[in-house]
Nanobody, 125 residues
Framework: QVQLEESGGGSVQAGGSLRLSCTASRYIFSRGCFGWFLQAPGKEREGVATIYTNGGFPYYADSVKGRFIISKDNAKNTVYLQLNSLKPEDTAMYYC??????????????????WGQGTQVTVSS
């Protein structure tokens, strides 16, 4: 049984869009916060966006504000990340994560204790 699984990655041209999905078990979805992170080759994992499952404010890294949108569907136990106006520098493995910590909005990897296996996003010029 999958507990946290990402999908929706792929290869697109610069300026294109993708929609990533993170589906969790009902139990996992009850955690306070979900986040999306990315890791480019040779780089540290970085926070992208977070959303609280109780309907709180979303939080975004400065690099994606105005381009990426995080959302959720409680009935489907799913968190989404809409990637718009993609740039080659957005190329990375994208990970979904969950935490019970009240500090999840900080977009810091150590605050998250449950991770998916990732979905690859590749953006070409």
């Amino acid at each position: 049984q999958v507990q946290l699984e990402e999908s929706g990655g792929g290869s697109v041209q610069a300026g294109g869009s993708l929609r990533l999905s993170c589906t969790a078990s009902r139990y996992i979805f009850s955690r306070g916060c979900f986040g999306w992170f990315l890791q480019a080759p040779g780089k540290e994992r970085e926070g992208v966006a977070t959303i609280y499952t109780n309907g709180g404010f979303p939080y975004y890294a400065d690099s994606v504000k105005g381009r990426f949108i995080i959302s959720k569907d409680n009935a489907k136990n799913t968190v989404y990340l809409q990637l718009n106006s993609l740039k080659p520098e957005d190329t990375a493995m994208y990970y979904c994560a969950a935490t019970k910590s009240a500090s999840g909005f900080r977009l810091k990897s150590p605050d998250y204790d449950l991770w998916g296996q990732g979905t690859q996003v590749t953006v070409s010029s």
